[in-house]
């Protein structure tokens, strides 16, 4: 697919996806989403590719929501369309075999916000902002702000920050653990794609089970997370990269993991 309101680059073992809409400060409309969709399809179909980088383009946004001037249209039945096509996208995202890591480099509202709770990691530059302002607008959060922002902050912080409407700061929202580094604005990009050289230097499979492990953790008791937990550890242990990896460790030496 040709995109039009994206960039898609390819750093090897790292692709950054950058919303490319600066002049409505990168909001979301329908086309956007389906780039979104395709690229993250590319992403997690890649074998030469291990994380997905997330950004906006310029120095004022990452992703302001949704598009304003699209929601303003939105009849009942294609709202709720549209709606789980959005949750549809951010879903994916969550639930890739490889992390994503949103490198928020300004304004995170709305959908944008919760594009960035879809990521593994958020790293952020010290001018971003995060807010859920879709009451200001008649609005609840549509695409997931209302299930994954209490899963990451509790259910008090959430509801402070969905109730107001009201924006908080980079430094904010490190404290409550919405982010997980905060980062001069020009070294933004150079930390996520640090972060993301550092995972892709474990071996891939484990990273794969990790992320389903927690992720499918957080949404069932306890004990069945960890039997799954003893599942995915068993499922390691027949991989050519387990061998490798504690062969490679008895031997002193750097693993070459494979991903098999
Ligand atoms: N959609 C469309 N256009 C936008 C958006 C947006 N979300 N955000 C900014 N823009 C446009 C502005 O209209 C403006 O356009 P123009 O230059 O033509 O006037 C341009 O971007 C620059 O913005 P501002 O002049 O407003 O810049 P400021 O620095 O004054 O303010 C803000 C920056 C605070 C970010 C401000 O633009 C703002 O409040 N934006 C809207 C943020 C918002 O409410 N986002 C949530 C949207 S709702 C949502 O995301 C729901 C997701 C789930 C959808 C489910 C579907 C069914």
């Known amino acids: 697919m040709p995109y039009e309101n994206l960039l898609y680059e390819k750093r090897d073992p790292v692709a950054v996806i950058t919303v490319n809409r600066p002049k409505v400060l990168n909001a979301l409309n329908r086309r956007t989403l389906e780039e979104l969709d395709a690229a993250v399809r590319e992403v997690i179909a890649d074998d030469s590719i291990r994380v997905g980088i997330l950004t906006g383009a310029g120095e004022k946004a990452f992703v302001a929501g949704a598009d304003i001037n699209e929601l303003a249209q939105l009849a009942p039945v294609v ?66 702000g209302t299930q994954r922002l209490g899963r990451l902050v509790g259910k008090g912080r959430a509801l402070q920050i969905v109730l107001t409407g009201e924006q908080i700061t980079a430094e904010q929202a490190l404290k409550i653990g919405l982010v997980n580094e905060v980062v001069p604005l020009p070294d933004l990009i150079a930390e996520a794609e640090n972060l993301a050289k550092k995972i892709a230097a474990n071996a891939p499979l484990a990273i794969r089970f990790c992320l389903e492990a927690v992720n499918r953790g957080l949404e069932i008791p306890q004990a069945e997370g960890l039997f799954l937990e003893a599942t995915l550890f068993s499922l390691c242990c027949t991989t050519e990269d387990m061998k490798e990896g504690t062969k490679a460790f008895l031997e002193k030496r750097p693993a070459k993991f494979t991903g098999r």
């Open 79 to 144: 709202g709720r369309d549209y709606g789980l096509y959005g949750q549809s996208v951010l879903d994916r995202i969550e639930g890739s075999p490889k992390p994503f890591i949103a490198a928020i480099n300004g304004y995170a509202l709305g959908g944008g916000c919760e594009l960035a709770l879809a990521c593994a990691l958020r790293v952020a530059s010290e001018n971003a902002r995060f807010g859920q302002p879709e009451v200001k607008l008649g609005l609840i959060p549509g695409y997931g």
